[in-house]
């Protein structure tokens, strides 16, 4: 017994070969469509002449084959027998299986476009990354010679407000070179954040751990901002917790650019009333760190809670008007709070519209204790580059004036010379202690002259050799190494870096 299930998916018949069916033998698919003493033509019109072209005992199958029953259209497979006096035919239901197959089919023409569209939005999307890439490259060269612009002068800057602080002066102008040098030290510093983008957009801060005081920085922030400060309706107020240690260490500079972005926007914002900076300890289980609480509260006109959640945000501004009447770019509290971020702090806001503001930060600092700080001041020992012969490459004639004093002031015998020419020249036919080259020089650079080593084998075969550069990333001073430099001394730079650099060349 055939069971049903199959039954009803094909049908067995016998014809002559003319094509009359003379009997139905098996089945119950489509069986309303064959009788006895009719044509199989009827319904299966695509076996006329086939019949007659069948070998005896061969048997041949047709696929995908098409029938009608009660206008119902059926995908069939029809398989061929040829005896000596009759046709068998059977004929398989294949509906499901081809629409299956069609699915299929259509399922991977489908993928075959999707793929097409994938690879070409792959191919779109390598001409946008080229493209981006190349705008990037732009952009860092962009930055490095900008950089470079900016430091040099900076440099002269610095420099030149060290020697004047080393005259003798009388009080007034003594305050003045301070606040200049400490506001030219940071500026370095945010100079540093704002040209290289790529280091903050990642996140890659580069922190110092050193002895600092809060009590200096906010004596320093003090004495900046109220002088500064020409409006009398405004009062500043700074105050620094008896409790908080003396000295801690963390990073001074970073720390004065937090606060310095904080009070500015602070007294910008402020037309009347006060503006307090505070610094308070956070009590904490952990005995190796103290948790310093910085706030700057305003009496200006604060924020809604909209702005407030964008305050952080590059280029944020709450009002249109303010780049105009106030300055800026909108970077500063970004920064600030991705430098508090880059300290292991939080920083958070509360503000009201026309009532103020007030900037929480809370950052943990690393304890010193006083007996190693004794001890870290007992070891450090100057060392002496007196009589050294060292030459110094660099085009810049204010450049050349700040080491020329720094060397003098040291008693070193230094030969300064403006380009790469003149360098190789003295190089080839002098010995020297150290040699300094600066990075951009005309006619020949500091990096095509360093190549140049067969030059020095006569007479300073075995001389460091340091880059004098403004361009100095990790990636500038790893190139600068390879090229046959041994260190780098990066503008701007202070005396005691200038000879302490050298010293640890000549002394390693």
């Known amino acids: 017994m055939i069971p049903a299930k199959i039954n009803i998916n094909f049908i067995q018949i016998t014809t002559d070969f003319s094509g009359i069916i003379t009997s139905v033998d098996a089945g119950e698919f489509a069986k309303k469509e064959f009788f006895v003493t009719t044509t199989i033509f009827d319904t299966c019109p695509f076996l006329e002449g086939t019949l007659e072209g069948l070998i005896i005992a061969e048997s041949v199958l047709l696929e995908g084959m ?52 994938i690879a070409e939005k792959n191919k779109e999307l390598d001409r946008l990354r080229k493209i981006a890439d190349k705008a990037n490259e732009e952009k860092s060269r962009f930055l490095a010679m900008m950089s470079h612009e900016i430091r040099n002068p900076l440099n002269a800057i610095l420099g030149y407000a060290e020697m004047i602080a080393a005259e003798t002066l009388n009080k007034n102008v003594e305050k003045y070179i301070k606040h200049l040098s400490y506001s030219g030290k940071n500026l370095k510093v945010i100079v540093d954040d704002i040209l290289d983008l790529s280091r903050i957009e990642a996140g890659k801060l580069v922190l110092v751990n050193e002895e600092m005081s809060i009590e200096n920085i906010y004596q320093n922030c003090e004495d900046t901002y109220k002088n500064q400060q020409k409006n009398t309706d405004v009062k500043l107020v700074f105050s620094v917790d008896k409790e908080i240690p003396k000295t801690i ?18 007294i910008k914002f402020t037309q009347q009333g006060s503006v307090t900076i505070s610094a308070t300890p956070v009590l904490t289980s952990n005995k190796e760190y103290v948790n310093i609480l910085f706030t700057v509260t305003d009496t200006g006109r604060g924020m809604s809670k909209e ?33 508090v971020t880059a300290m292991n702090g939080k920083i958070n806001l509360e503000s009201e519209l026309n009532k103020g503001t007030s900037f929480f930060i809370e950052i943990p600092f690393k304890k010193i204790e006083d007996k190693k700080l004794k001890n870290i001041a007992v070891s450090k020992t100057e060392c002496s580059i007196k009589n050294k012969r060292i030459l110094v490459a660099d085009d810049d004639l204010l450049n050349q004036t ?65 880059a004098l550069t403004a361009n100095a990333t990790k990636e500038d001073i790893k190139r600068y190494k390879k090229a046959g430099f041994l260190d780098v001394i990066s503008k701007p730079f202070t005396s005691k870096k200038f000879v302490e650099k050298i010293c640890s060349v000549l002394f390693s």
Not at 72 to 97: A, F, P, Q, W
Not at 249 to 266: E, T, Y
Not at 406 to 425: C, F
Request: charged residues 25%; aromatic residues 6%.
């Open 402 to 466: 700040i080491v020329a004093h720094y060397l003098k002031k040291q008693q070193a015998n230094s030969t300064i010379v403006s380009d790469g020419l003149e360098a190789l020249e003295k190089i080839e036919s002098e010995v020297f202690d150290v040699i300094l080259l600066d990075i951009n020089m005309p006619n020949m650079t500091g990096e095509e002259l360093v190549t140049k080593n067969k030059s020095f084998l006569k007479f300073n075969s075995t001389t460091p050799i340091l």
């Open 307 to 339: 702005q407030a959640v964008k305050i952080f945000e590059e280029y944020q501004q709450n009002k249109i008007s303010d780049n105009r009447v106030h300055g800026g770019a909108g970077l500063g509290l970004a920064i600030v709070n991705r430098l």
């Open 66 to 117: 098409v029938i009608v029953s009660d206008n119902v259209e059926y995908n069939v497979d029809i398989e061929l027998l040829k005896n000596e006096n009759s046709v068998e035919v059977l004929i398989l239901n294949r509906t499901n299986v081809y629409k299956i197959v069609d699915q299929l089919n259509q399922n991977r023409n489908d993928l075959f476009f999707v793929k097409r569209e």
């Open 249 to 266: 260490l963390g990073d001074s500079v970073r720390l004065h650019q937090i606060l310095s972005n904080l009070i500015g926007n602070a």
